[in-house]
């Protein structure tokens, strides 16, 4: 019953998200101040959006292939305690760093997309060559910091019972059991005649929001910072 209203709020979230990633890549790369409300739509978010589907399509692709090798690696598994678990252990390994590698090269294709008024995936591909493990950097602490403030909210933000609902889980059958009353707690949590529920609502979209809005600065810094060549255009004063 909730995939309608769910792909309503992702199409909401889509169609909110571009124009602010836009006016916000705009100011960190040209200084164009958005007015207080920017509510806009043009060949940049229509480029932005385009944009965002190729990613889409390559995390399809690489979720396809990862679940292909997850199974090789699964049916490896099955050799042994010895060379089973070590090839599967190394299978997630490799599918980690890859993906690692792949989105890090393609961190920078929405401000690149705006900055070059094109889709501009294979711009974006080459220039963080060079730039390669400054980025893995940049992002990695941005992740951290993601992942602590999840682990000192997850209390609050996660619907009451969800944890609960594992309590006691020693067997298969306990867990099928558990992910129920896990599910239909979670549901719970999205009834609005609950106060609390719409308290922690407002604040889990509040912390989305700004997220958003921190994750498309940073990825302009981090573009702007790779292209900046005025250091390298400025004039040698005279001996």
């Not at 730039?131 to 993601?146: C, T």
């Not at 009451?160 to 992910?179: L, S």
């Amino acid at each position: 019953p909730a995939y309608g209203q769910l792909a309503l709020f992702y199409v909401v979230v889509v169609l909110t998200s571009a124009p602010l990633f836009v006016a916000l890549t705009r100011l960190v790369l040209r200084d164009e101040k958005p007015g207080l409300f920017y509510i806009g739509w043009g060949a940049d978010e229509w480029r932005t959006l385009a944009g965002w589907a190729v990613l889409c399509a390559i995390g399809a692709g690489l979720a396809a292939a990862f679940f292909v090798l997850g199974a090789i690696t699964g049916a490896l598994a099955a050799m042994g305690p010895g060379p089973g678990i070590l090839l599967n252990i190394l299978g997630a390994v490799i599918v980690g760093l890859v993906g690692v590698w792949i989105f890090v090269r393609l961190s920078t294709l929405t401000p690149a997309t705006i900055d070059l008024k094109k889709v501009a995936l294979s711009q974006g591909w080459e220039r963080t060559e060079d730039d390669f493990w400054p980025l893995v950097g940049f992002w990695a602490l941005w992740l951290v910091i993601m992942i602590v403030v999840q682990v000192a909210l997850i209390g609050y933000l996660t619907p009451r019972g969800v944890f609960d609902a594992y309590a006691g889980v020693t067997t298969p059958d306990d867990m099928i059991e558990a992910q129920y009353r896990a599910n239909e707690a979670m549901l719970k949590g999205y009834e609005l005649s609950d106060g609390g529920n719409v308290a922690r609502l407002v604040v889990g979209n509040a912390i989305g929001f700004v997220v958003l809005i921190l994750t498309a600065i940073a990825g302009a810094i981090a573009w702007r910072m790779m292209t900046d060549t005025s250091a390298e255009t400025k004039p040698t004063p005279a001996a």
